[in-house]
């Protein structure tokens, strides 16, 4: 029996995937059961949803107990998470407060980041989380720091570009080696038990203050396409918005839009996938009900034409558009 949901459980679903915090998620889905009409065919959506809720305010229970943890375990909002890496005055703090909507302390002398500073990018349709740590030298803070970095989808590296960056570069990497995160470079068979590798992004900041084009050029010859490094000058602005396009590429994830037959789709709420997502996992995104009953789906965008149908192995490109069939 079909569900034949109403359009108010549609813009409730729409809320829902808009919300960022717990409570908000819980009120959507709340409103859309509330909505849904109670016959056979939305039996299995509603017990979906009902399990959703209870797993969401069990989030919220054990969020409440360890509320008084550390500054160091910070939830992921938005499309990604990205931390910010560097060593003292490598301008850090100018860089988050360019990009976001953060307002850190900025001082010439070192160590004017203590805490954690977590601020929004902007990225067209989506944000992403900018979190600032104080600097990687900071010993005090070693353990707490290494654990947030290994939970994050990548770091942003700043390299003072005005100084000796090679050398910075290498003292980087080997202080994030230290608490077992690794770069691209390492090979899978040589990271120990417990390590991690990591996606990043090399900035080398301060480029109005240098000849830096040199740097850049040693750097890329040193470390070909393993490493990225993007220059960039926080008081100038000069390599923003390449800067802001490297961060999406860095943390490998598309966006993806829905619509329903005969409809316009919904180009305000892209759905967040992981860099080579299929159709099924789009459908597992929406609901479980979805992939279990997908049978195939037409796509604008990356397909060969307009409305193509395709099946559920069909890998999806930043940009597509969805019409999901059932």
């Not at 993007?230 to 100038?236: G, K, Q």
Request: aromatic share 6%; charged share 30%.
């Amino acid at each position: 029996m079909p569900a034949n949901l109403p359009p108010q459980y549609f813009e409730a679903e729409k809320e829902y995937k808009n919300a960022k915090s717990i409570p908000e998620k819980i009120a959507a889905l709340e409103a859309m059961l509330a909505i849904m009409p109670h016959h056979k065919g939305t039996d299995k959506l509603r017990a979906g949803l009902t399990r959703k809720i209870a797993q969401l305010r069990a989030q919220e229970e054990t969020k409440r107990k360890t509320r008084k943890g550390s500054l160091f375990s910070i939830d992921k909002q938005g499309a990604a998470q990205v931390i910010l890496v560097g060593l003292p005055n490598s301008g850090k703090s100018s860089i988050i407060s360019k990009l976001t909507n953060a307002t850190p302390e900025i001082a010439d002398y070192p160590y004017t980041t203590s805490v954690p500073v977590i601020g929004m990018m902007e990225y067209e349709d989506i944000q992403i989380q900018l979190i600032d740590l104080p600097p990687i030298e900071d010993e005090v803070r070693r353990l707490p720091f290494y654990n947030l970095l290994r939970t994050a989808d990548a770091l942003l590296v700043i390299v003072d570009a005005s100084q000796d960056p090679e050398i910075d570069v290498q003292l980087i990497l080997d202080c994030l080696e230290d608490g077992k995160v690794f770069s691209p470079m390492k090979r899978d068979e040589d990271i120990p038990v417990g390590g991690v590798k990591k996606k990043m992004l090399f900035v080398l900041n301060k480029m109005d203050m240098t000849e830096g084009e040199d740097h850049v050029a040693v750097l890329r010859k040193k470390y070909g396409d393993v490493l990225k490094f993007v220059p960039f000058s926080a008081r100038t602005l000069v390599g923003r918005e390449e800067l802001k396009n490297s961060i999406f590429d860095v943390v490998e994830i598309i966006r993806v839009y829905t619509k329903v037959p005969g409809k316009k789709p919904d180009m305000k709420a892209p759905f967040v996938l992981q860099r080579g997502s299929t159709v099924l996992d789009l459908a597992r995104e929406i609901h479980h009900d979805f992939a279990e009953n997908l049978r195939y789906a037409r796509i604008w965008g990356s397909a060969k034409f307009d409305g193509q149908t395709v099946q559920k192995d069909y890998v999806l490109q930043d940009g597509d558009v969805v019409e999901i069939h059932i």
